[in-house]
C-alpha cells in the first residue's frame, strides 16, 4: 500500500485523462494532496476572504496539517485511482482495485489481500456527517463480502476522525427535533451494528487524532494501530451527551471501570501511549514510520488463510455479541433523550458558533 514516485507521476497523468468532471470538493482535495506531497506542509499566507478560490484551495491543503509528504503521496493515488471509471480501467494503478468510485466521503481502494476505507473529508478533520454514516454502512457491508483477507479503516489528513459532525444537528426535519433523535438514534443503532457484526478481522490505522464515536468504536476493532501523534478524547459529557460505539461494555472490558469511568464520564483526552498502555490500542509507532511499518504489517497478516482468521474472529467474538447489541439499543435509546436536552443544545451552538472547541 505504498505509492511509489512512479505511482504518483502515473497517478498525476491519470487525472488529466479523467472522462468525468470529479466536482469541486474532490479537485480541492486533489490539489490540497498534491502540494502535501510535493512541497509538505502549506507555508502560504492566508488568502483574503474575498480571494474565493485561492482561500478554498489554502483551506484545503492547511486542512492537511502535517501529513507526512509519503503519505500524501499516497493518498493522492489511492483518491485517483478511486475516481478511475470502470470505463476506463487502464487507468486504474497496477494492482490497486477502486471499490466503489462513487462514494463521496470515503476513498474505498483494495490492494495485496486488503480493503483500505479511508475517510475522507480531510478539511473538517473527517468529521462524520449523515451521508458518511450511510456511506461507512455500505463500504463495510461490501468490505465484509469482497474477496479482501483484511478491512482496514483510516482517515485523509492529519486527523483519524473528529467525531460526529456537529452541523447533523442542524439539519432538522420537517417532523421537528423529536423525529431527528428517533431517526438519528435508528441510524446510529443500524451504523454500530456493523461494527458489532463484521465478519472478518477489522483493523484501526489511526494516523491522527480521534474523538467521539471514533474512539468509542475502536473497541469492536480486533486490532488498533496508532501514530503517537494520535490522541484519544471522548467528551460526552462537556457536550452534553453520553457514550455509544458499544464503549459502556467495551471499555470497562477492556481497562476495568474506574479507567473507562475517567474516560467516558469526565472526558480525560488519552495519550496514545496512554490509549496503549489501558489496552485500547495494539501497538504505537512513530509517526514518521508509521505508515510504512504498519502496512508492512498489514501485509504480512493478509498473507495467512482468511477463513482461519474469520473462524478465529467469530469464535473470540460470538460469545459477546448479545451482550454488545443489548449495550448498542441502551447507548441509542440514552442518547436520543440527551439531543433533546438543553445541555447537549447549548454545547453544539457554542461550537457552531465558534464559541467553543475541545
Ligand atoms: C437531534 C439529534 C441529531 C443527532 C445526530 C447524530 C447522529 C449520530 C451521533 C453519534 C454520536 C457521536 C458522539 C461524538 O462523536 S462526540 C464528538 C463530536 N466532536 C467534537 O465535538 C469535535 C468538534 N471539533 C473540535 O473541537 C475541533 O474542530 C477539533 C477537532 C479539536 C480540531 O480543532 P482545530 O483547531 O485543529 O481545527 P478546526 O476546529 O479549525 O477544524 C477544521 C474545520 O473542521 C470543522 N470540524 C472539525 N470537527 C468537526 C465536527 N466534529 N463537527 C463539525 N465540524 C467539525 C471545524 O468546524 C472547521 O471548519 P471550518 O474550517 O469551516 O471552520
Not at 440514552?334 to 436536552?341: D, E, H, I, T
Given at each position: 500500500m505504498r505509492a511509489s514516485q512512479v505511482d504518483f507521476e502515473n497517478a498525476k497523468n491519470q487525472v488529466k485523462l479523467l472522462k468525468k468532471d470529479p466536482g469541486n470538493e474532490v479537485k480541492l482535495q486533489l490539489y490540497a494532496l498534491y502540494k502535501q506531497a510535493t512541497e509538505g506542509p502549506c507555508k502560504m499566507p492566508k488568502p483574503g476572504v474575498f480571494d474565493f478560490v485561492n482561500k478554498a484551495k489554502w483551506d484545503a491543503w492547511t486542512g492537511l496539517g502535517d501529513l507526512p509528504q509519503e503519505t500524501a503521496r499516497q493518498n493522492y493515488v489511492d483518491l485517483v485511482s478511486s475516481l478511475s471509471s470502470p470505463e476506463s480501467p487502464g487507468q486504474a494503478r497496477p494492482g490497486a482495485e477502486s471499490k466503489q468510485g462513487a462514494y463521496e466521503t470515503l476513498v474505498v481502494t483494495s490492494e495485496d489481500g486488503i480493503t483500505k476505507i479511508m475517510l475522507n473529508r480531510p478539511a473538517k478533520k473527517n468529521a462524520i456527517t449523515t451521508k458518511m454514516y450511510q456511506e461507512l454502512m455500505l463500504a463495510l457491508q461490501a468490505a465484509g463480502k469482497d474477496d479482501s483477507a483484511l478491512t482496514v479503516l483510516t482517515g485523509n489528513g492529519d486527523y483519524y476522525c473528529s467525531g460526529n459532525d456537529l452541523t447533523n444537528f442542524t439539519d432538522i426535519p420537517p417532523g421537528g427535533v423529536e423525529q431527528k433523535a428517533k431517526d438519528s438514534a435508528v441510524l446510529l443503532r443500524d451504523f454500530v451494528s456493523c461494527f458489532i457484526d463484521f465478519p472478518k478481522p477489522l483493523i484501526a490505522v489511526v494516523n491522527g487524532p480521534a474523538v467521539g464515536i471514533s474512539v468509542t468504536l475502536l473497541g469492536l476493532f480486533d486490532a488498533v494501530y496508532a501514530s503517537d501523534r494520535a490522541t484519544f478524547h471522548t467528551p460526552f459529557s462537556h457536550l452534553g451527551q453520553s457514550p455509544e460505539g458499544c464503549s459502556t461494555y467495551t471499555f470497562p472490558k477492556i481497562m476495568g471501570s474506574a479507567k473507562a469511568a475517567e474516560v467516558l464520564i469526565f472526558g480525560k483526552k488519552l495519550t496514545a501511549g496512554e490509549a496503549c498502555a489501558q489496552g485500547l490500542v495494539t501497538q504505537v509507532f512513530p509517526d514518521s514510520t508509521f505508515q510504512k511499518e504498519v502496512w508492512a504489517r498489514l501485509k504480512a497478516f493478509a498473507k495467512l488463510p482468511p477463513n482461519a482468521m474469520r473462524a478465529s474472529k467469530e469464535v473470540?467474538?460470538?460469545?459477546?455479541?448479545?451482550?454488545?447489541?443489548?449495550?448498542?439499543?441502551?447507548?441509542?435509546?440514552?442518547?436520543?433523550?440527551?439531543?433533546?436536552?438543553?445541555?447537549?443544545?447549548?454545547?453544539?451552538?457554542?461550537?457552531?458558533?465558534?464559541?467553543a472547541k475541545l
Open positions: 473470540l467474538r460470538r460469545g459477546e455479541r448479545e451482550q454488545l447489541h443489548a449495550a448498542n439499543a441502551e447507548e441509542c435509546r440514552v442518547l436520543q433523550g440527551r439531543w433533546l436536552s438543553d445541555e447537549c443544545a447549548n454545547a453544539v451552538m457554542a461550537f457552531l458558533s465558534r464559541r
